[in-house]
Protein backbone atom coordinates (compact mmCIF):
# COMPACT_ATOMS: atom_id res chain seq x y z
CA UNK A 1 0.00 0.00 0.00
CA UNK A 2 2.99 2.40 1.08
CA UNK A 3 3.95 2.22 -2.77
CA UNK A 4 0.16 3.17 -4.19
CA UNK A 5 0.12 6.21 -1.56
CA UNK A 6 3.76 7.40 -2.98
CA UNK A 7 2.07 7.25 -6.35
CA UNK A 8 -0.37 9.75 -5.70
CA UNK A 9 2.70 12.64 -4.95
CA UNK A 10 3.84 11.83 -8.43
CA UNK A 11 0.95 11.45 -10.59
CA UNK A 12 -0.30 15.08 -11.71
CA UNK A 13 -3.10 16.32 -10.26
CA UNK A 14 -5.53 16.50 -13.34
CA UNK A 15 -5.70 12.35 -12.84
CA UNK A 16 -6.53 12.32 -9.82
CA UNK A 17 -9.77 12.64 -7.14
CA UNK A 18 -11.99 12.16 -10.54
CA UNK A 19 -15.77 12.51 -10.25
CA UNK A 20 -17.12 9.53 -8.09
CA UNK A 21 -21.12 9.61 -6.88
CA UNK A 22 -24.14 7.82 -6.88
CA UNK A 23 -26.30 7.74 -9.78
CA UNK A 24 -29.89 7.23 -9.13
CA UNK A 25 -30.89 7.91 -12.76
CA UNK A 26 -29.85 4.40 -13.75
CA UNK A 27 -30.96 2.69 -10.50
CA UNK A 28 -34.03 2.85 -11.93
CA UNK A 29 -32.84 1.01 -15.50
CA UNK A 30 -30.93 -1.61 -13.71
CA UNK A 31 -32.45 -2.62 -10.80
CA UNK A 32 -29.62 -1.77 -7.71
CA UNK A 33 -27.81 0.59 -6.80
CA UNK A 34 -25.50 2.24 -8.72
CA UNK A 35 -22.54 4.98 -8.28
CA UNK A 36 -19.81 5.68 -10.69
CA UNK A 37 -16.18 6.46 -11.11
CA UNK A 38 -15.41 8.99 -13.57
CA UNK A 39 -12.37 8.53 -14.95
CA UNK A 40 -12.72 10.30 -18.36
CA UNK A 41 -12.59 13.98 -16.85
CA UNK A 42 -9.27 14.50 -17.70
CA UNK A 43 -6.78 15.32 -20.61
CA UNK A 44 -6.83 11.99 -22.52
CA UNK A 45 -10.33 11.05 -21.05
CA UNK A 46 -9.24 7.58 -19.42
CA UNK A 47 -7.58 6.42 -16.70
CA UNK A 48 -4.54 5.83 -18.21
CA UNK A 49 -2.62 8.36 -17.41
CA UNK A 50 -2.13 7.63 -13.62
CA UNK A 51 0.07 5.22 -14.98
CA UNK A 52 1.83 6.76 -17.49
CA UNK A 53 2.86 9.46 -15.44
CA UNK A 54 4.83 7.12 -13.15
CA UNK A 55 6.98 5.84 -15.61
CA UNK A 56 7.53 9.24 -17.76
CA UNK A 57 8.21 10.50 -14.42
CA UNK A 58 10.83 7.85 -13.24
CA UNK A 59 12.19 7.90 -16.89
CA UNK A 60 13.07 11.62 -16.20
CA UNK A 61 14.24 11.04 -13.60
CA UNK A 62 16.73 8.78 -14.91
CA UNK A 63 17.70 10.17 -17.75
CA UNK A 64 16.34 8.47 -20.16
CA UNK A 65 15.55 10.18 -23.85
CA UNK A 66 12.79 7.99 -25.12
CA UNK A 67 9.99 5.26 -24.75
CA UNK A 68 7.84 3.03 -26.78
CA UNK A 69 4.87 1.25 -26.18
CA UNK A 70 1.82 -0.86 -27.71
CA UNK A 71 -1.88 0.75 -27.55
CA UNK A 72 -4.70 0.38 -28.68
CA UNK A 73 -5.06 3.85 -28.32
CA UNK A 74 -5.91 5.27 -24.49
CA UNK A 75 -2.53 3.70 -23.31
CA UNK A 76 -0.49 5.49 -26.57
CA UNK A 77 -2.13 9.10 -25.64
CA UNK A 78 -1.42 9.14 -22.16
CA UNK A 79 1.83 8.04 -22.54
CA UNK A 80 2.25 11.12 -25.31
CA UNK A 81 0.70 13.43 -22.91
CA UNK A 82 2.73 12.40 -19.81
CA UNK A 83 6.04 12.03 -22.21
CA UNK A 84 5.76 15.82 -23.60
CA UNK A 85 5.44 17.07 -20.12
CA UNK A 86 8.81 15.63 -19.84
CA UNK A 87 10.58 16.01 -22.79
CA UNK A 88 10.85 12.63 -23.85
CA UNK A 89 10.71 11.19 -27.38
CA UNK A 90 7.89 9.11 -27.41
CA UNK A 91 6.50 6.17 -30.15
CA UNK A 92 3.04 4.51 -30.19
CA UNK A 93 2.78 1.25 -32.04
CA UNK A 94 -0.77 0.74 -33.19
CA UNK A 95 -2.95 -1.35 -35.16
CA UNK A 96 -4.15 0.48 -38.23
CA UNK A 97 -7.55 -0.76 -37.44
CA UNK A 98 -7.74 0.97 -33.87
CA UNK A 99 -10.25 4.25 -33.47
CA UNK A 100 -9.36 6.88 -35.38
CA UNK A 101 -10.44 9.44 -33.11
CA UNK A 102 -7.78 7.51 -30.86
CA UNK A 103 -5.15 7.59 -33.58
CA UNK A 104 -5.72 11.18 -34.52
CA UNK A 105 -5.26 12.60 -30.72
CA UNK A 106 -1.86 10.06 -30.17
CA UNK A 107 -0.65 12.47 -33.26
CA UNK A 108 -1.94 15.44 -32.12
CA UNK A 109 0.32 14.98 -28.82
CA UNK A 110 3.55 15.13 -30.22
CA UNK A 111 4.30 11.08 -30.20
CA UNK A 112 5.29 9.27 -33.47
CA UNK A 113 2.94 6.65 -34.31
CA UNK A 114 3.75 3.57 -36.07
CA UNK A 115 0.74 1.31 -37.44
CA UNK A 116 0.83 -2.13 -38.31
CA UNK A 117 -1.72 -4.64 -40.26
CA UNK A 118 -2.58 -6.37 -37.47
CA UNK A 119 -4.00 -6.62 -34.09
CA UNK A 120 -2.93 -5.32 -30.78
CA UNK A 121 -0.63 -8.40 -30.33
CA UNK A 122 1.13 -8.07 -33.26
CA UNK A 123 1.40 -4.18 -32.19
CA UNK A 124 3.11 -5.40 -28.83
CA UNK A 125 5.86 -7.92 -30.98
CA UNK A 126 6.44 -4.67 -33.09
CA UNK A 127 7.11 -2.59 -30.01
CA UNK A 128 9.30 -4.63 -28.04
CA UNK A 129 11.61 -5.22 -31.14
CA UNK A 130 11.64 -1.20 -31.71
CA UNK A 131 12.76 -1.19 -28.05
CA UNK A 132 15.29 -3.09 -28.12
CA UNK A 133 16.76 -2.18 -31.72
CA UNK A 134 16.70 1.56 -30.34
CA UNK A 135 17.67 0.50 -26.96
CA UNK A 136 14.57 2.12 -25.09
CA UNK A 137 12.61 1.39 -22.55
CA UNK A 138 9.72 -0.58 -23.41
CA UNK A 139 6.69 0.45 -21.23
CA UNK A 140 3.68 -2.93 -21.19
CA UNK A 141 0.89 -2.36 -19.57
CA UNK A 142 -0.36 -4.29 -17.17
CA UNK A 143 2.88 -6.00 -16.47
CA UNK A 144 5.09 -3.05 -15.88
CA UNK A 145 4.24 -2.47 -12.50
CA UNK A 146 3.88 1.41 -12.71
CA UNK A 147 0.47 0.79 -14.91
CA UNK A 148 -0.91 -1.54 -12.24
CA UNK A 149 0.25 1.49 -9.21
CA UNK A 150 -1.05 3.90 -11.08
CA UNK A 151 -4.71 2.43 -11.69
CA UNK A 152 -4.42 1.12 -7.81
CA UNK A 153 -5.28 5.00 -6.67
CA UNK A 154 -8.01 4.73 -7.99
CA UNK A 155 -8.62 2.52 -5.85
CA UNK A 156 -7.64 4.54 -2.43
CA UNK A 157 -9.97 7.33 -3.61
CA UNK A 158 -13.07 4.58 -3.88
CA UNK A 159 -12.23 3.73 -0.63
CA UNK A 160 -12.09 7.33 0.82
CA UNK A 161 -15.09 7.54 3.68
CA UNK A 162 -17.68 4.40 4.42
CA UNK A 163 -17.84 2.69 0.91
CA UNK A 164 -21.51 2.62 0.85
CA UNK A 165 -21.27 -0.05 -2.58
CA UNK A 166 -20.57 -3.86 -2.16
CA UNK A 167 -19.71 -4.15 -5.42
CA UNK A 168 -17.28 -2.91 -7.84
CA UNK A 169 -17.31 -3.71 -11.57
CA UNK A 170 -14.55 -3.26 -13.41
CA UNK A 171 -13.69 -3.86 -17.24
CA UNK A 172 -11.03 -6.23 -17.88
CA UNK A 173 -8.72 -6.11 -20.68
CA UNK A 174 -4.25 -6.31 -20.33
CA UNK A 175 -5.69 -6.02 -16.34
CA UNK A 176 -4.26 -3.60 -14.53
CA UNK A 177 -6.58 -1.54 -13.51
CA UNK A 178 -8.49 -5.00 -12.29
CA UNK A 179 -5.40 -6.03 -10.17
CA UNK A 180 -4.36 -2.52 -9.29
CA UNK A 181 -7.86 -1.16 -7.99
CA UNK A 182 -8.75 -4.64 -6.68
CA UNK A 183 -5.62 -4.70 -4.92
CA UNK A 184 -6.89 -1.73 -2.65
CA UNK A 185 -10.31 -2.88 -2.72
CA UNK A 186 -9.28 -5.80 -0.99
CA UNK A 187 -6.78 -4.88 1.36
CA UNK A 188 -9.21 -2.27 2.82
CA UNK A 189 -12.69 -3.47 2.61
CA UNK A 190 -12.14 -7.69 1.84
CA UNK A 191 -16.42 -7.66 1.82
CA UNK A 192 -16.73 -5.74 -0.73
CA UNK A 193 -16.46 -7.69 -4.55
CA UNK A 194 -14.32 -7.56 -6.91
CA UNK A 195 -16.30 -8.83 -10.35
CA UNK A 196 -14.03 -8.47 -13.66
CA UNK A 197 -16.27 -8.02 -16.78
CA UNK A 198 -14.74 -9.15 -20.48
CA UNK A 199 -16.54 -9.34 -23.72
CA UNK A 200 -17.47 -12.89 -25.35
CA UNK A 201 -15.68 -11.60 -28.40
CA UNK A 202 -12.61 -11.20 -25.78
CA UNK A 203 -12.42 -13.52 -23.32
CA UNK A 204 -9.02 -14.77 -22.74
CA UNK A 205 -7.74 -13.49 -19.42
CA UNK A 206 -11.72 -14.42 -18.26
CA UNK A 207 -11.00 -18.03 -19.30
CA UNK A 208 -7.25 -17.82 -17.73
CA UNK A 209 -9.29 -16.57 -14.50
CA UNK A 210 -11.65 -19.40 -14.73
CA UNK A 211 -8.77 -22.45 -15.49
CA UNK A 212 -6.50 -20.92 -13.33
CA UNK A 213 -4.12 -21.07 -15.88
CA UNK A 214 -3.50 -18.91 -18.97
CA UNK A 215 -5.66 -19.52 -21.99
CA UNK A 216 -4.88 -17.51 -25.42
CA UNK A 217 -7.05 -17.41 -28.11
CA UNK A 218 -6.72 -17.23 -31.91
CA UNK A 219 -9.09 -13.61 -32.76
CA UNK A 220 -10.85 -10.91 -30.71
CA UNK A 221 -14.19 -9.86 -32.41
CA UNK A 222 -15.68 -7.18 -30.28
CA UNK A 223 -16.40 -3.23 -30.25
CA UNK A 224 -14.31 -3.02 -26.94
CA UNK A 225 -11.25 -2.26 -28.86
CA UNK A 226 -10.06 -1.36 -24.88
CA UNK A 227 -9.81 -4.80 -23.88
CA UNK A 228 -9.34 -7.02 -26.50
CA UNK A 229 -6.35 -8.73 -26.17
CA UNK A 230 -5.67 -12.69 -27.10
CA UNK A 231 -2.38 -13.47 -24.76
CA UNK A 232 -3.02 -13.01 -21.32
CA UNK A 233 0.37 -12.03 -19.22
CA UNK A 234 0.97 -14.95 -16.62
CA UNK A 235 2.31 -12.55 -13.82
CA UNK A 236 -1.40 -10.74 -14.34
CA UNK A 237 -3.37 -13.75 -14.17
CA UNK A 238 -1.14 -14.46 -11.01
CA UNK A 239 -2.38 -11.50 -9.09
CA UNK A 240 -5.88 -11.86 -10.68
CA UNK A 241 -6.52 -15.01 -9.21
CA UNK A 242 -5.92 -13.41 -5.96
CA UNK A 243 -7.99 -9.96 -5.85
CA UNK A 244 -10.65 -10.73 -7.92
CA UNK A 245 -13.88 -12.48 -7.09
CA UNK A 246 -15.74 -13.27 -10.20
CA UNK A 247 -15.03 -12.87 -13.86
CA UNK A 248 -17.89 -12.48 -16.25
CA UNK A 249 -18.37 -12.46 -20.20
CA UNK A 250 -20.41 -10.15 -21.57
CA UNK A 251 -22.93 -9.93 -25.40
CA UNK A 252 -22.23 -7.09 -27.38
CA UNK A 253 -25.61 -6.07 -27.58
CA UNK A 254 -25.47 -5.35 -23.86
CA UNK A 255 -22.31 -3.78 -24.23
CA UNK A 256 -24.18 -0.93 -26.93
CA UNK A 257 -27.35 -1.00 -24.59
CA UNK A 258 -25.36 -0.04 -21.55
CA UNK A 259 -23.62 2.81 -23.79
CA UNK A 260 -26.96 3.74 -24.35
CA UNK A 261 -28.06 3.85 -21.00
CA UNK A 262 -25.18 6.06 -19.54
CA UNK A 263 -26.21 8.03 -22.28
CA UNK A 264 -29.70 8.83 -22.23
CA UNK A 265 -29.74 8.45 -17.67
CA UNK A 266 -26.79 9.62 -17.04
CA UNK A 267 -25.58 12.14 -19.80
CA UNK A 268 -22.22 10.12 -20.22
CA UNK A 269 -20.62 9.17 -23.81
CA UNK A 270 -18.64 6.36 -22.82
CA UNK A 271 -16.18 4.08 -25.21
CA UNK A 272 -17.35 0.24 -25.17
CA UNK A 273 -15.11 -0.82 -22.22
CA UNK A 274 -16.47 1.58 -20.23
CA UNK A 275 -19.81 -0.29 -20.46
CA UNK A 276 -19.28 -3.39 -19.32
CA UNK A 277 -19.99 -3.05 -15.56
CA UNK A 278 -23.25 -1.79 -16.88
CA UNK A 279 -23.72 -4.78 -19.39
CA UNK A 280 -22.72 -6.98 -16.62
CA UNK A 281 -25.82 -6.03 -14.56
CA UNK A 282 -28.17 -6.45 -17.85
CA UNK A 283 -27.12 -9.63 -18.03
CA UNK A 284 -27.52 -11.12 -14.39
CA UNK A 285 -30.31 -8.43 -12.77
CA UNK A 286 -31.19 -10.99 -10.19
CA UNK A 287 -27.59 -11.32 -9.06
CA UNK A 288 -26.72 -7.58 -8.79
CA UNK A 289 -31.15 -7.00 -7.17
CA UNK A 290 -30.80 -4.99 -3.80
CA UNK A 291 -26.79 -4.54 -4.05
CA UNK A 292 -25.36 -1.27 -4.61
CA UNK A 293 -22.54 -1.52 -7.50
CA UNK A 294 -19.92 0.79 -8.16
CA UNK A 295 -18.56 0.74 -11.56
CA UNK A 296 -15.61 2.65 -13.28
CA UNK A 297 -16.08 4.44 -16.71
CA UNK A 298 -12.69 3.94 -17.72
CA UNK A 299 -12.47 5.38 -21.16
CA UNK A 300 -14.94 8.13 -23.49
CA UNK A 301 -12.55 7.94 -26.30
CA UNK A 302 -14.91 7.28 -29.31
CA UNK A 303 -14.96 8.26 -33.40
CA UNK A 304 -18.64 9.91 -32.88
CA UNK A 305 -20.30 8.82 -36.15
CA UNK A 306 -19.49 5.06 -35.28
CA UNK A 307 -20.89 5.68 -31.63
CA UNK A 308 -23.93 7.42 -32.64
CA UNK A 309 -24.51 4.62 -34.95
CA UNK A 310 -24.00 1.77 -31.94
CA UNK A 311 -26.44 3.59 -29.53
CA UNK A 312 -28.99 4.92 -32.20
CA UNK A 313 -28.96 8.90 -31.73
CA UNK A 314 -28.70 11.45 -34.23
CA UNK A 315 -25.04 12.21 -35.44
CA UNK A 316 -24.29 9.02 -36.90
Known sequence: MGRVWAARGVIDR??????????EALEGALGCGVSVK???????????????????????????????????????????????RR??????????????AKLDRIRALGATLELVDGDHELARERAAAIAEYE????????????????????????????????????????????TGVGYVVK???PDVDVICVQPHGAPALTRSWHERRVVTTDSTD?????????FP????LDDLLLIADDAVLVQEESIISGMRLLYNHAGLIVEPSAALGVAAVL??????????????????????????????????
Not at 142 to 166: K, N, Q, R, V, Y
Not at 305 to 314: D, K, N, Q, S
Request: hydrophobic fraction near 40%.
Open 14 to 23: VFLDSPQYRC
Open 38 to 84: LETANPVRSFKGRGTELVASRLAAGGARAVVCASAGNLGQALAWSGR
Open 87 to 100: GLEVTVVASRFATK
Open 135 to 178: GIRLLEDSLDLETCEGAATIGLELMEGTPTFDTVLIALGGGAMA
Open 187 to 189: ELA
Open 222 to 230: TIADGVAGR
Open 233 to 236: IPEV
Open 283 to 316: EDPTRFAGRHVLTIICGSNVDLPTYHRWIGTPGG
